[in-house]
């Protein structure tokens, strides 16, 4: 006769919620939206130079003489 299987275990519980838990929860949230603030404000940088870099660009190709012609400022 074989020998009887022991019980099985109960399945581990989530253990109660803590203070120091949900403070370290509000820090890491905060710590992302920090960070997310940075990365829009790099990109968002980063996307103004290329602008400029393709408007300097366009113009040294174009010639300073064909886009800003003789009087340009008189057209406003």
Do not use: C, K, N
């Amino acid at each position: 006769m074989p020998a009887a299987m022991p019980e099985r275990a109960a399945p581990p519980a989530v253990p109660a919620s803590t203070r120091q838990y949900e403070h370290d929860l509000s820090e890491r949230d905060t710590y992302h939206r920090d960070r997310e603030h940075v990365e829009r404000r790099r990109q968002l940088r980063g996307l103004l130079i290329l602008a400029f870099v393709a408007i300097v660009l366009s113009i040294a190709r174009a010639g300073l003489g064909r886009v800003f012609t003789p009087s340009w400022w008189h057209l406003w």
